[in-house]
């Protein structure tokens, strides 16, 4: 990478988040396009000057959907999280509770997230993607998903779970993340300097997200809040998504398809 190539994308990334809020508090910009505007857009720059990246991030964050409309379905049944209609350029929602918004949100999360790590700090790069590791995580997710729409269509009652942000955040994120620090502490100190840039990027984000309204959190069941001058946000969201999550997708995929390098 050229020195003038490297001081342009530090400083592209420290400010991106603060014109990506201003944009959004100051033009129309949808529950849609936020996620455009701040991992999309950074998302192409890296995708511009890395395309043999894009193959692998591309479909590693495919590989995250299943889970992700399971998720969601729960959350906006139970009102964990909610992305308003109103808000949405998109008049239904798949089965419907999952938004589209969500599912685009959670695409370009993961996308920008994988990205970021190996333009920045992957040591090698591997053309290879789908191994054992990676087929069987595959086939678990096809399987879950397959007895999600099994539980939709006979018994939907049973996803009706309460507390739901603390139980998936519980079973499904920070599992990943204690493992890889216990497991590859070497490598999770890479993970950990991605982390810190998008705590700062997602909070930036949270906080204009609720600030315009593109999603709140409707239900009481959390196990506490967090304030930052007029925003008050569930616990569950500053632990698990603004500070686990970037860590959580990082640490999927550098076991199952990146084989810890």
Known sequence: MKLWQHRFNLIFFLLWPIVAAWMSLNFPINALLSSVVFYGIPAGLLSFYRPEYIKKSLIVSLSGIPFLIIVDYIAELT??????????????????YVSIEVLLWGFLHAYIVIMFFQYFFEKTFTKKILDSRSKKVVLLTTITFIIFLGALFIHPDILNIPYWYLVFGTIGILPLVVFEDWKYPKVFHRLLKTGAYFFYLNFTYEITALKVGWWSFPSKQFIGYVSFFDITFPFEEFFFWIV???????????YFFNREK
């Open 79 to 96: 009102g964990a999280w909610l992305w308003p209609l109103p808000h949405s350029v998109v008049p239904f929602k798949l089965f419907g």
């Open 244 to 254: 686990l999550f970037t860590l959580a997708i990082l640490s999927y995929y550098e």
